[in-house]
Structures are given as structure tokens and as C-alpha cells.
């Protein structure tokens, strides 16, 4: 057993500080995902297994050594000869290992119900321990129903349900589990794959790849979806970066310096003949990937709120045990008001991400079509969300949120990426905007929005309000408007249907209303003891 360190030192006396790291309790500690996964359809005494998994202190040591210790790139080997490689730090393996083990990308695909859900509590969880290495598992995950369907189902979908994680650098068939990645924008075209450059020739049975790719991140999986030009258009691909007794014809340009995600690493690429096998029909590029895109953004809707959950444990944890001005932080007003304001943000990313990956298991038409627009409507919100709540976590902190030694600078790092990666907020509004021409989808989000009618009467004010505002179309100028006000109306919702009455009627009081500033704690809360004891984890 450890020694804890020496807290009477010849100088002084360490007081008035929180106490020493300890294993965190994300089942007991947290009343958010104890609710609202469960209520969507998530097992108790898997999400229970699930948080002990994550909740282990290795874990934690194995995240902070793999963001200690960063990726590098080894391109050639001493004699000139090209490797292609990118070295990790035995954490980064660590924790793909148990997260495979543990059903990240599996679980999803299981027979069953709540598949989705289970699978959202792993993206919630491991984004607030390492959210680097949510990319690699998030793209295997995303990749199944696309390979799945394609002639390639034996051997590679199997690899990637196996719930095993195989680092090593081998062809698929030499290999007890796989990841893949997804490697589409260029430099020329960025969100605009169509303008993709990168042409495919025949070579027999499949293809030769010349081009290159702008992101590619988590580069030492073991293939890559990804688009080239055929004489029929844009057209999907799987490239294998290992084949049997040789390498493939994928270059590593270089490593990406990247703001955060410092653990994963993403690479500049180029293909240099390299061999693909099709996916899809040629010329059906940009409907085959789309697949995989839809279920990736799942994940980029889900991380925030993991991101922001953890930000608010450290912010309530610094207030519950430092004292200032004769009490307590978090007994002193202004402090309540803030938190408080703080926790229905955090709540509300939550109760969205498990509503809206309980639609993904959903087996109707009107599940699957609400799934298309209320995916987007989560990742637009939610990320728009978790910039400023870790800003203002990291505030409640004070100058020890700016330490590295905490976790609030990485978190704030890693707050923008969700909101750029598989479309940023333009393209994402525009999205929106086009799914909702369809009147299957239309017609499943007002469904939803008309469903929990009668419950509030704020809540059926504000939503008046916004059908008034927009009978009809919308013009483009006004789509991150009318998308941000969806996505709250969403959020109420969501928490209307799975959160205790004192929790959803502050929040469609506090969000729904414009009487209130535009800061956290700029409103009037009457129910900020409640809201102030769930976020701490107890049951509302």
C-alpha cells in the first residue's frame, strides 16, 4: 500500500485542500447517467460492471501516461527502408484492450435491446477518462453496418465484434481483432468529398489507390474506409494497411500538432498504389460512407457530455471540501447559482445523448427517421454547449483549474473537437435544414417535440413560440438559430420524459424563457439545493 505524502511541512501546514485522488465512482457518483441510461433501455448490472471497468485507478494512470508520453511517427527504419508507424505508449493499448473487452464497439451490434444505449454509456465514460481513445473504438464501432453488408462481412466485420484488441502488425487473417479508420478529406475539399482528388484504378478483382488524405486519425489501425474517383464518380473503399508478406502502399506523411486529443495520433497520408477492395457500388461513394458518418456522429453528440460531466465532478469536488470567506464554496450563493447553472447544462447533454441513442435502437421507420435529425440536433447542441461549461469549470477552480495537474486544461482542449469532427456547426445546420425536407423526418421530430405536450406549460409556450417563428422553411442565414432553439427544445424533452420534475422545470424555465443573462449563474433558480444534490450523484 502507497504512503500517502507528508501534509505538516517545515514550513507549513497543507490545508483547506480536497483530498487525495481516489478511484472515481461513476455509478454511485452520478445520478445523471444512473437515470437517464437506464431509463432508454442500458442493463443496471451492466452499466454497474461497465463503471467499475472504467472507474479502475489504472485506468486513469494508463490515460495520463498515454497523453504524457505521445504518439510519434517512424517513417523508415535505419537502412532507408519505409515502416509507416506510429509508436504508442503501453497505456494507449492498455485502454483499447479493456475498452474492446469491455463491449465499446461490440455491444452496439449484440442481440438484444439497448445496444446503443450500452454503447453510449461507454462513449459518456471513456471520454472522461482518455478521449483519445475513443477514436479508434468509435470508428470500428461505426464501420460494423457498413462492411457488414459488403463481401468482405467474414473477414472483417467478425474481427471487429470480437471484443479483442490486437495491436499487432499483421493482415486481418494473422489477426484475433480489428480496428478500422476512416481516412476522406484532402486538402483541396475539406467537408466537400465530392471534390475529392484520389483516383482508383482496377487491378483484377480490386483497386489500385494514388492521392493522399488530409486527416487520418488513429493511423495504425488496420484499414481505412475511405473515397476515390473511378471512372463513375466518388466511390468507398476499404484499404488494409497490412497484407500478407508486405506493407501497403500507405505513406505517413507526418503527425498532426494538434490543439488537444494529444494521445491519438492523426496523420497526413498519401496512397501510393495502394490496393483497396470496393465498398458499394462505384459512383455511390458519398451514400456508403454516410453510413458510417451517422453513427459516428452518435459518438461526437455523446463525448461532450462525458467531457462536461467531468469537468463539473472537479468543480463540485473543489467546492465541497475548500473553505472561503467562513464556508464552504459550494454553501455560498453566487457559487450555488453558478454550479447549479452549470449541472442542468451537463444534465441536459446527457438525458439528449441516451435519447437519442435509444432512437438508434429503434426498429421503426419513425425511429430511424427522427434517429437522422435528432443526431444531428444533439451534436450541434451539445457541443456548442461544452466549451463554455469546462471554461467555467476550470473558473470555479481558479488558478488550479489552469494546472495541468488537473484534468480541466485537458478537458478544455478537447471541447472544440466533437463540434469540428464529422462536420462542423455550419455544415452540420445545413444538414439539418436538408432532413428535414423530408417529411418522414419532419414529421418524426414533431412527433417527438408534440409528445411530451401538456407536462409544462412553459415548455408548450416556448414551442408555440418556435413554430410561430417558423411556420414554414428557414432561410440559411437564420439555421444555427433555428437549430439551437430544436436543440433545446429537444434537450427539454429529453428531460421531461426521464428526469425528476424540479430538474426539467428549471431547465425549461431557465433555457426556454428569455429572462436571463447570457452567463453561467445569470438566472433566477429556485431549486438549486435539488439540483446541486443530483449533481453531486445523489437521486433527485
Known sequence: ???????????????????????????????????????????????????????????????????????????????????????????YHGILRTSQQAGYVSSAWANGGGGHVQHAAHVYLLSQIEPGACCPLTMSYAAVPVVGQSDLRESWAAKLLSGRYDASIAPVDQKTGVTLGMALTEKQGGSDLRSNATVAEQDGEHYRLRGHKWFCSAPMSDGFLTTAQTDR???????????????????LMRLKSKLGNHANASAEIEYDGALAYRIGEEGDGVRTIIQMVHYTRLDTAIAPAGLMRAALREALRWTLHRRAFGARLVDLPLM???????????????????????????????????????????????????????????EVLGGMGY???????????????????????????????????????????????????????????ALAVHRTRWPSGVEEGEARWFCENLGLLLSAVALLEAAPEEISDAYVRSRLSEHRGSFAGAVALYQKEGILRRACGEAA
Open 1 to 91: 500500500m502507497a504512503l500517502p505524502p507528508r501534509d505538516a511541512l517545515g514550513t507549513h501546514d497543507v490545508q483547506n485542500q480536497p483530498a487525495g485522488d481516489a478511484a472515481i465512482q461513476y455509478w454511485e457518483g452520478d445520478a445523471y447517467l444512473r437515470s437517464h441510461a437506464a431509463h432508454r433501455g442500458a442493463a443496471e448490472d451492466a452499466l454497474q460492471m461497465l463503471c467499475q471497468t472504467y472507474g479502475q485507478p489504472a485506468m486513469a494512470q494508463a490515460a495520463q501516461d498515454a497523453r504524457d508520453m505521445p504518439p510519434r511517427l517512424v517513417t523508415h527504419d535505419r537502412y532507408g527502408q519505409r515502416l509507416d508507424e506510429v509508436r504508442y505508449h503501453v497505456g
Open 233 to 251: 464518380g466518388l466511390t468507398c473503399f476499404l484499404v488494409p494497411r497490412w497484407l500478407d508478406g508486405e506493407r501497403n502502399g500507405v505513406n
Open 336 to 394: 450555488q447559482s453558478v454550479l447549479a447553472d452549470l449541472a442542468l447544462d451537463v444534465e441536459a447533454a446527457t438525458a439528449l445523448s441516451f435519447l437519442v441513442a435509444q432512437s438508434f435502437d429503434g426498429q421503426s421507420e419513425d425511429d430511424r427517421a427522427f434517429a437522422r435529425v435528432a443526431v444531428a440536433l444533439a451534436k450541434y447542441i451539445n457541443n456548442k454547449r461544452a466549451p463554455t461549461v469546462i471554461a467555467e469549470c476550470m
Open 403 to 461: 494546472v495541468e495537474e488537473t484534468p480541466l486544461p485537458m478537458l478544455y482542449r478537447e471541447a472544440p473537437l466533437n463540434g469540428i469532427w464529422e462536420g462542423s456547426g455550419n455544415v452540420i445546420c445545413l444538414d439539418i435544414l436538408r432532413s428535414l425536407q423530408d417529411p418522414r423526418i419532419n414529421d418524426a421530430l414533431q412527433a417527438r417535440l408534440d409528445a411530451v405536450k401538456g407536462q409544462n406549460v412553459h415548455y408548450d409556450t
